[in-house]
């Protein structure tokens, strides 16, 4: 443990009666700075003392009416004024002591600085002795020093993204009975951790615990994280120390699900998954087998409805809305099956009213038409406004005033080629909507590094000001036989029009014309200085990490998340940060098609079947002479930041319950 100390300004300190009525101007502690060292969990501790300055200039020692920490994070203090560090956590924190003073309580602070020094549990497959081999001189060579190849340098992520899995070149800097030093670091924490090639399907990578991510991730809460990977050869005398990259952890967390397609080719099949944004956990919603297929789905803003296209609801293609916060697999239909099918559903925020997209004629017509939609029903509203000509890719903006749409071709399964533009207009009323107007065309863009005159898929961003769309040589990624694959890239638009702005570093370095289908999450994040971000996914066929352990060479499609300042596109300047790759994913199918909205879940009084169905987690029967009628409960125990919450009072005192989420507190 490494202890710090200030001195009082005026030498020693006299001792004096405490709390003796004494007319205290100012409160000292002592130490005024502290810096402790936690190693492998230790619980180190600082004591302090507080010191009053009386109106003649004397300083008195005393003792303080209550002690209290500004964050509860990395450590606890009693009411002696001893503090102690969990052993979880590193940062900074002021220790406050208030006592009585001249007219007004009065308090004093001191600052604590917590450092963790950990080392993550060693895989089975890693040899104890896998440490000693460290215990060499170091040098950095860049022909033998290891590149990382995953995360990307500079990758911005939430403070609660599940672990990242380090990946890095295994040729030609690497052989059988070579050892790996994995060490992540930030201003508060150092991890360490281990891995060796036995020469048996090495992967050239290193997943960490959740407790170990957790460790460094509350320790680096809105600041820079450097990972690097050192190496020790076989029989080598050296350790080449490795090139970090670094990422930057945000103050806050994601939260909600993402709902994407994913494509399998062996058996072929199609399927919608539910991804936790946060924990990475999937889990399918239809349970499609081999050879059937859904997709194209569209999501409520709440989270609780899902319509997709589905070949096996019908003798033809057919549209369902079924509910997401059902535990089943399929889960139970709400609206449909609509025959013929919808492509794309737009719903609003309260979800009375949908605009819709549906082929003209058949789908081989490839043109397709938007429809106002009753949100009851499902069935179609006689409406407004509504584009008479070729249109697709319908969105609702979250404040409920604006909707856009991709005009000029359509959207159904190959999507289009013909040039388009990006249309917003605002809503007039349930059935109304006002004059539209063209915010990009997509030929404006035709001499760009991804050609093509082709806007598509527009999203809006959390607060309605601006979209982010695709620009391409096609609105799908799907390669026809003998044709070239698509390009596109991604760009984000004031709804007044303007210049667009490409989001280069947002689509990582190899994913500059490969980059497809963007959303925004519907949460928000807040840095300390008070800078907000939003979250924009979309998918891309770049490789994520090496061959053995990611995508590297096989071209499939994953998704991506990066984040967007929205100050510097009011700017005019890129707003985006390179993008990480969403946890869960299977790297052995195709995952495309996100969308992002909170957890649906149900609220109390709703039928159940299981606790996870309930916006409270509790599932019970109401009547004990009715144990089969199930309903969701107010829960028993108060519900913990990040968990799902209907109202304040499902939640822990004090926290917030937004977007379904206890403690989240949305920054706009």
């Given at each position: 443990?490494?202890?710090?100390?200030?001195?009082?300004?005026t030498g020693e300190a006299p001792?004096?009666?405490?709390?003796?009525?004494?007319?205290?101007?100012?409160?000292?502690?002592?130490?005024?700075?502290?810096?402790?060292?936690?190693?492998?969990?230790?619980?180190?501790?600082?004591?302090?003392?507080?010191?009053?300055?009386?109106?003649?200039?004397?300083?008195?020692?005393?003792?303080?009416?209550?002690?209290?920490l500004t964050h509860d994070r990395?450590?606890?203090?009693?009411?002696?004024?001893?503090?102690?560090?969990?052993?979880?956590?590193?940062?900074?924190?002021?220790?406050?002591?208030?006592?009585?003073?001249?007219?007004?309580?009065?308090?004093?602070?001191?600052?604590?600085?917590?450092?963790i020094e950990r080392e993550a549990?060693?895989?089975?497959?890693?040899?104890?002795?896998?440490?000693?081999?460290?215990?060499?001189?170091?040098?950095?060579?860049?022909?033998?020093?290891?590149?990382?190849?995953?995360?990307?340098?500079?990758?911005?992520?939430?403070?609660?993204?599940?672990?990242?899995?380090?990946?890095?070149?295994?040729?030609?800097?690497?052989?059988?009975?070579?050892?790996?030093?994995?060490?992540?670091?930030?201003?508060?924490?150092?991890?360490?951790?281990?891995?060796?090639?036995?020469?048996?399907?090495?992967?050239?990578?290193?997943?960490?615990?959740?407790?170990?991510?957790?460790?460094?991730?509350?320790?680096?809460?809105?600041?820079?994280?450097?990972?690097?990977?050192?190496?020790?050869?076989?029989?080598?005398?050296?350790?080449?120390?490795?090139?970090?990259?670094?990422?930057?952890?945000?103050?806050?967390?994601?939260?909600?699900?993402?709902?994407?397609?994913?494509?399998?080719?062996?058996?072929?099949?199609?399927?919608?998954?539910?991804?936790?944004?946060?924990?990475?956990?999937?889990?399918?919603?239809?349970?499609?087998?081999?050879?059937?297929?859904?997709?194209?789905?569209?999501?409520?803003?709440?989270?609780?409805?899902?319509?997709?296209?589905?070949?096996?609801?019908?003798?033809?293609?057919?549209?369902?809305?079924?509910?997401?916060?059902?535990?089943?697999?399929?889960?139970?239909?709400?609206?449909?099956?609509?025959?013929?099918?919808?492509?794309?559903?737009?719903?609003?925020?309260?979800?009375?009213?949908?605009?819709?997209?549906?082929?003209?004629?058949?789908?081989?017509?490839?043109?397709?038409?938007?429809?106002?939609?009753?949100?009851?029903?499902?069935?179609?509203?006689?409406?407004?406004?509504?584009?008479?000509?070729?249109?697709?890719?319908?969105?609702?903006?979250?404040?409920?005033?604006?909707?856009?749409?991709?005009?000029?071709?359509?959207?159904?399964?190959?999507?289009?080629?013909?040039?388009?533009?990006?249309?917003?207009?605002?809503?007039?009323?349930?059935?109304?909507?006002?004059?539209?107007?063209?915010?990009?065309?997509?030929?404006?863009?035709?001499?760009?590094?991804?050609?093509?005159?082709?806007?598509?898929?527009?999203?809006?961003?959390?607060?309605?000001?601006?979209?982010?769309?695709?620009?391409?040589?096609?609105?799908?990624?799907?390669?026809?036989?003998?044709?070239?694959?698509?390009?596109?890239?991604?760009?984000?638009?004031?709804?007044?029009?303007?210049?667009?702005?490409?989001?280069?570093?947002?689509?990582?370095?190899?994913?500059?014309?490969?980059?497809?289908?963007?959303?925004?999450?519907?949460?928000?994040?807040?840095?300390?200085?008070?800078?907000?971000?939003?979250?924009?996914?979309?998918?891309?066929?770049?490789?994520?990490?090496?061959?053995?352990?990611?995508?590297?060479?096989?071209?499939?499609?994953?998704?991506?998340?990066?984040?967007?300042?929205?100050?510097?596109?009011?700017?005019?300047?890129?707003?985006?940060?390179?993008?990480?790759?969403?946890?869960?994913?299977?790297?052995?199918?195709?995952?495309?098609?996100?969308?992002?909205?909170?957890?649906?879940?149900?609220?109390?009084?709703?039928?159940?079947?299981?606790?996870?169905?309930?916006?409270?987690?509790?599932?019970?029967?109401?009547?004990?002479?009715?144990?089969?009628?199930?309903?969701?409960?107010?829960?028993?125990?108060?519900?913990?930041?990040?968990?799902?919450?209907?109202?304040?009072?499902?939640?822990?005192?004090?926290?917030?319950?937004?977007?379904?989420?206890?403690?989240?507190?949305?920054?706009?």
């Open positions: 443990m490494a202890l710090a100390l200030a001195a009082c300004t001792l004096g009666e405490p709390d003796g009525g004494l007319q205290t101007a100012s409160l000292v502690l002592e130490p005024a700075e502290v810096e402790l060292t936690s190693v492998e969990g230790a619980m180190p501790t600082a004591s302090f003392r507080a010191y009053a300055r009386t109106l003649d200039g004397e300083m008195v020692e005393v003792t303080p009416e209550s002690w209290r990395i450590g606890a203090v009693d009411t002696s004024g001893t503090f102690t560090a969990n052993g979880r956590a590193g940062g900074m924190v002021e220790v406050v002591a208030r006592a009585p003073g001249a007219i007004a309580a009065i308090e004093g602070r001191a600052t604590i600085r917590v450092h549990p060693l895989d089975p497959s890693v040899p104890p002795s896998v440490r000693d081999r460290f215990d060499l001189p170091e040098v950095e060579d860049p022909f033998e020093s290891v590149l990382l190849e995953y995360p990307l340098d500079g990758a911005r992520m939430p403070n609660n993204v599940a672990p990242p899995v380090v990946q890095w070149d295994p040729l030609p800097r690497g052989g059988a009975d070579d050892a790996y030093r994995i060490v992540l670091s930030s201003p508060y924490a150092t991890v360490r951790a281990y891995a060796y090639d036995s020469g048996r399907g090495f992967t050239s990578s290193w997943a960490s615990d959740r407790e170990t991510w957790r460790i460094l991730a509350d320790s680096a809460r809105g600041e820079e994280l450097a990972l690097r990977v050192d190496r020790v050869a076989s029989g080598g005398t050296t350790v080449f120390r490795g090139q970090p990259v670094r990422v930057w952890l945000s103050e806050d967390g994601l939260y909600g699900t993402v709902y994407y397609w994913q494509v399998r080719p062996d058996p072929q099949s199609s399927d919608v998954f539910r991804l936790d944004a946060a924990t990475g956990a999937r889990a399918s919603v239809f349970g499609t087998e081999s050879g059937a297929c859904v997709g194209c789905h569209s999501l409520s803003h709440d989270g609780r409805r899902l319509a997709s296209t589905l070949d096996s609801r019908a003798a033809t293609w057919a549209t369902t809305i079924v509910d997401t916060a059902s535990s089943s697999a399929p889960p139970p239909d709400l609206l449909g099956p609509f025959e013929p099918s919808y492509h794309f559903l737009a719903f609003r925020p309260d979800g009375a009213r949908i605009l819709a997209s549906r082929a003209e004629g058949t789908e081989a017509s490839g043109v397709s038409r938007l429809v106002m939609l009753d949100g009851a029903t499902g069935l179609p509203a006689a409406a407004s406004g509504i584009p008479e000509g070729e249109a697709g890719y319908p969105a609702w903006s979250p404040d409920a005033e604006w909707v856009a749409w991709m005009q000029g071709g359509g959207d159904g399964p190959r999507g289009t080629r013909a040039p388009t533009s990006i249309v917003v207009a605002p809503v007039e009323g349930d059935d109304a909507l006002g004059a539209p107007r063209a915010v990009h065309e997509g030929a404006s863009l035709s001499e760009s590094f991804e050609g093509g005159s082709t806007d598509s898929r527009p999203t809006w961003s959390p607060d309605s000001r601006f979209l982010a769309f695709a620009h391409g040589t096609s609105s799908v990624s799907a390669t026809e036989f003998g044709s070239e694959p698509p390009r596109a890239a991604l760009y984000v638009v004031s709804r007044d029009g303007g210049d667009p702005i490409r989001l280069e570093r947002g689509m990582g370095v190899e994913g500059q014309i490969d980059a497809f289908w963007p959303v925004f999450s519907p949460f928000v994040t807040e840095e300390a200085d008070g800078t907000r971000l939003y979250w924009l996914a979309f998918y891309s066929r770049q490789d994520y990490g090496n061959a053995y352990a990611g995508t590297r060479g096989t071209g499939r499609r994953q998704l991506w998340v990066t984040a967007i300042d929205p100050t510097l596109v009011e700017r005019g300047e890129d707003p985006s940060s390179p993008p990480y790759w969403l946890p869960g994913q299977d790297t052995r199918a195709d995952d495309i098609a996100a969308l992002w909205a909170p957890t649906g879940c149900r609220g109390q009084g709703e039928s159940c079947s299981t606790s996870s169905e309930c916006c409270s987690g509790e599932c019970a029967a109401a009547d004990p002479s009715m144990p089969d009628v199930l309903t969701c409960r107010p829960p028993s125990v108060c519900r913990r930041g990040g968990e799902s919450c209907e109202t304040a009072a499902d939640c822990c005192s004090g926290l917030e319950c937004n977007l379904g989420v206890c403690g989240y507190v949305p920054p706009i």
